[in-house]
C-alpha cells in the first residue's frame, strides 16, 4: 500500500494516465500495460522520451532510470490506484450495468445530471478491467457526480468492477441474452449482473429498480437489498411513465409525486422508453427539477451507432449496430415492424459470444424476422449464413459481399434498420443507403 501512496502523489501532480505511446501526453503517467500480442514494458523508454513525467513497468530490464516506477503487476497496480482514487472522492459514483442499453442509459442520465451537477460520465466503452479504472482516475475534484458503465462477459467481472468503482448507487438496465458464452447461458447473465447488486447490499448503497422487470426484482429480493428506488411501479415516490408514440422518435408522459410532464426524446424504439424512465427517477432521486429532467432529455443527441436515427439523401437509417444479442435484436426487430414506413429494409448482422447456443439464436432470429411486416431481409455473417436452411430471404457471409447486392438496389424513401454485433463493421455498408 506504501507503494500506491507514493505513486498517487505522482498521479496529484500528473493527473493524466496513458496506456498508448501513440497518445503521449505531456506530463503524463504512462502504464505499461500488457496483451495478449504486445508487451507495453518494451515502449516505456519511448513514453517518456515522448513526454510522460513517469512510466510505471513491471519489467525490471526496462527500468532506465528515476522516471521508470517497477511494479509487481501493471494492471493492478492500475486498478489500486483507481481504488485509492475513488476513496477520496466524496461524491455519489452510480454503477451502471446491463444486457442491453447501458451506454445509451448512462448517456441519458448524465445529459440529465448535466443540468445541474458537473457530471463524469464514461467516455466511449471503457466499461471493462481497464476502462473502469481509467474512468474513476479520470475524475477531477471539480465533478459533483459520476456515472460508470461496467460490461462483462463472464461472473465475478461485475464484482472486480465494483470493488474498483465503489459505486453509491447502482442500476441493471435488464438483463437478456448476452455473453452467454462465457456467462454459461442466462441463469449466468442473471447471476453475473447481480453482483451489482451484492455491492450495493453490502456497502449499504442505493439501487434503482425497474419494478416492471420481474428478472430484476427477483434478483434484487435474492440479493435481501435495503435501499431501492424502485420506478415504473404505481406507488408513492417511484416515477412512472406512458409511452405516447415512437414512430420514429419517442414522446411520452411521466409522473411523479402526483404531477404529470410531458416529454420527449431524440431516440428511437420503445426498448429505449425503459432506459428513458431510469433516467427520470434518478434525476429526480437527485432532485432535478422536471423542467431540467425534460431539457436534459430532449437535449441528447446519440452519435453512437446506438439507436440512431440517421436521413441520407435518399433513405432514414436506423443505425443500431454498435453491438447485438438476442435480445437487442428481437427488440430492433419488433420497433421496426411497428413504425410507419413504405418500404422496410432490415440487414441484420451476425451476433457474436452466444456459444453452444449460436445457430439456435441466430434461427430464431431469422424465423421472427420473416413473420414481420419487413419487406427486405438482408442476413450478414457466417453464423447466419450456416442457419439459412430454406429460409426465403438473402444471406451473405460479410459485408463486401451483401455491398454487391445492395449496389444492385434502388432502395428510395426507405427505412433501413442496420443492427449487429460491432465485430462486423457494418458501417461500411452505410455509404451505399
Keep these: 500500500m506504501a507503494q500506491i501512496e507514493q505513486l498517487y502523489q505522482h498521479y496529484l501532480k500528473h493527473p493524466v494516465i496513458c496506456t498508448d505511446t501513440r497518445s503521449i501526453s505531456e506530463g503524463c503517467l504512462f502504464f505499461a500495460l500488457k496483451g495478449d500480442k504486445f508487451d507495453a514494458n518494451q515502449f516505456a523508454g519511448k513514453a ?9 513497468i513491471d519489467h525490471p530490464d526496462f527500468a532506465k532510470g528515476d522516471q521508470f516506477i517497477l511494479v509487481d503487476d501493471v494492471l493492478s497496480t492500475l486498478q489500486a490506484l483507481a481504488k485509492h482514487h475513488r476513496k477520496q472522492l466524496q461524491i455519489p459514483v452510480i454503477g451502471l450495468t446491463g444486457s442491453n442499453g447501458k451506454t445509451t442509459t448512462k448517456e441519458l442520465i448524465r445529459a440529465v445530471l448535466a443540468e445541474k451537477f458537473e457530471v463524469f460520465a464514461t467516455k466511449g466503452n471503457l466499461n471493462n478491467h481497464i476502462g473502469v ?52 447461458g442466462f441463469e449466468g447473465v442473471k447471476k453475473g449482473k447481480a453482483e451489482l447488486y ?22 434484487a429480493q435474492q440479493a435481501d437489498l435495503k435501499n431501492i428506488i424502485r420506478y415504473n411501479v404505481a406507488e408513492q415516490g417511484s416515477v412512472q411513465g406512458v409511452l405516447k408514440h415512437s414512430d420514429p422518435l419517442i414522446a411520452f408522459e411521466w409522473s411523479f409525486e402526483g404531477k404529470t410532464y410531458e416529454g420527449k426524446a431524440n431516440l428511437t424504439g420503445t426498448y429505449n422508453f425503459e432506459n428513458i424512465l431510469a433516467a427520470i427517477s434518478i434525476g429526480c432521486f437527485f432532485k432535478l427539477s422536471p423542467e431540467e429532467i425534460n431539457k436534459g432529455l430532449a437535449d441528447y443527441f446519440p452519435n453512437n451507432n446506438r439507436s440512431q436515427l440517421t436521413k441520407t439523401a435518399k433513405n432514414t437509417l436506423i443505425c443500431d449496430f454498435y453491438n447485438a444479442n438476442p435480445s437487442s435484436m428481437i427488440a430492433a426487430i419488433t420497433n421496426l415492424n411497428s413504425l410507419t414506413a413504405t418500404n422496410k429494409v432490415a440487414i441484420l448482422g451476425d451476433m457474436f459470444e452466444l456459444g453452444d447456443e449460436s445457430l439456435e ?18 442476413f450478414v455473417g457466417q453464423h447466419f449464413y450456416n442457419a439459412k436452411g430454406d429460409f ?32 462486423m463493421a457494418l458501417e461500411q455498408l452505410l455509404p451505399l443507403l
Design 133 to 184: 479504472p481509467l474512468s474513476i482516475l479520470s475524475i477531477t475534484h471539480n465533478i459533483e457526480i459520476a456515472v460508470i458503465e461496467m460490461g462483462a462477459n463472464h461472473q465475478k467481472e461485475i464484482e472486480l468492477l465494483s470493488a474498483i468503482a465503489q459505486p453509491s448507487h447502482g442500476l441493471i438496465s435488464n438483463v437478456g441474452m448476452a455473453h452467454l458464452e462465457g456467462f454459461g
Design 392 to 423: 426465403n430471404a438473402k444471406f451473405f457471409t460479410t459485408p463486401t459481399e451483401a455491398s454487391a447486392f445492395i449496389q444492385t438496389q434502388d432502395w428510395e424513401d426507405s427505412l433501413i434498420l442496420l443492427k449487429g454485433s460491432r465485430g
Design 198 to 219: 451484492a455491492y450495493l447490499k453490502e456497502s449499504n448503497g442505493y439501487a434503482f429498480l425497474n419494478a416492471a422487470n420481474k428478472d430484476l426484482c427477483e434478483m
Design 48 to 56: 517518456v522520451a515522448a513526454g510522460a513525467a513517469f512510466a510505471i
Design 361 to 378: 439464436q441466430h434461427k430464431r432470429i431469422i424465423e421472427l424476422a420473416l413473420q414481420n411486416d419487413i419487406g427486405t431481409l438482408l
